[in-house]
């Protein structure tokens, strides 16, 4: 099933989405009095299981705003760099790479793990604010995110898909200029709306992680392909690798790297600027669309 954060007659709820049918139907329809969040459905995974399909016609798609499937997460945002082979060449390449010391090689030896911080977080539709007074090289990634559903410490590769509750599509939206002038991640990654995620999650029974299609086009260009079957650390291998001395909790968001085609890995860059529209589809996952607007055009979400 593909679930959702939705906005209703100005009441934001969790449901079922089907594109197909057009239509949101709210969990309560299914687990009477379930007024939390998706986290908390997440945490209750054994009952979820239990619901069945649909039956009535729901609530048109059209009549509901689709917030972030968790918005301003409570739990990490795990992010996984250069996990494409020629992603982490063109990275390299490019001059921005402050990460690989004076003889990088063609790829990690180890995954390269940082974090977003919660607050970046927003939803297909909104908007992707540029802070000129803070960066000038504002740049794109489209990455398949997992969310997790089982705590878990020390998570063995064979065992590691058990610990997934569904998937979801991630834009890991990147200051290039404070990501190499800080000479690390984490401010560069995790200004306020560089964290669009959505528009749904899919439950882990519907997705073959390993072989999905990912596209991503700006202003209708397409500038990255490709298949996560290319991922240099599969999704196995990043929870273990993260899980070793990190206790992994239910809502966990994990982010497994974008592949080539960024803004930076162009000659010259081709950075984003406000009016620029990022579009994003993953097969199974739908479509998260944003736009880039400059602080200059209104202040942005707190």
């Known amino acids: 099933m593909k679930f959702v954060t939705f906005l209703h007659n100005g009441r934001q709820r969790v449901g079922i989405i089907d594109p197909e049918r057009g239509a949101v139907w709210p969990i309560a329809d299914f687990i009477p009095d379930f007024t939390g969040n998706l986290l908390d459905l997440v945490r209750g995974f054994e009952e979820v299981n239990n619901i069945l399909a649909p039956a009535d016609d ?3 798609i059209n009549d509901v705003s689709l917030c972030a499937p968790i918005p301003c997460p409570e739990r990490n945002i795990l992010c996984v760099g250069k996990n494409y082979l020629e992603h982490s060449k063109e990275f390299q390449a490019s001059g921005f790479d402050q990460s690989s010391g004076p003889a990088p090689s063609d790829a990690p030896e180890a995954p390269i793990i940082f974090t977003k911080a919660p607050s970046s977080v927003i939803a297909t539709g909104d908007s992707i604010y540029w802070n000129p007074q803070v960066t000038q090289q ?6 398949l995110g997992i969310i997790i559903g089982k705590e878990g410490r020390g998570i063995s590769n ?3 898909y058990s610990h997934v509750w569904g998937y979801l599509i991630i834009n890991d939206v990147t200051a290039r200029d404070l990501q190499k002038n800080h000479k690390q991640w984490f401010l560069g990654k995790s200004q306020d709306s ?5 528009p749904w999650v899919a439950s882990a029974d519907e997705v073959d992680p390993e072989n999905l299609e990912l596209r991503c086009w700006i202003n ?3 500038r990255q392909s490709a298949n996560t079957r290319d991922l240099i650390f599969d999704i196995p291998t990043l929870i273990e690798t993260i899980s070793a001395g990190i206790t992994l909790q239910p809502g966990d968001i994990i982010s497994t790297g974008t592949p080539s085609g960024v803004g930076i890995g162009f000659n010259p860059p081709k950075f984003l600027k406000p009016g620029d529209k990022i579009r994003i589809t993953i097969e199974g996952l739908g479509e998260l669309s944003n736009q880039i607007r400059s602080n200059a055009d209104t202040v ?3």
Do not use: H, K, Q
């Open 158 to 160: 064979s065992d590691a």
């Open 138 to 143: 504002v740049d794109y990634e489209a990455e």
């Open 220 to 222: 209708d260009e397409l």
């Open 194 to 198: 560089f964290c669009p995620m959505g």
């Open 58 to 60: 729901g609530i048109p």
């Open 300 to 302: 942005a979400p707190s």
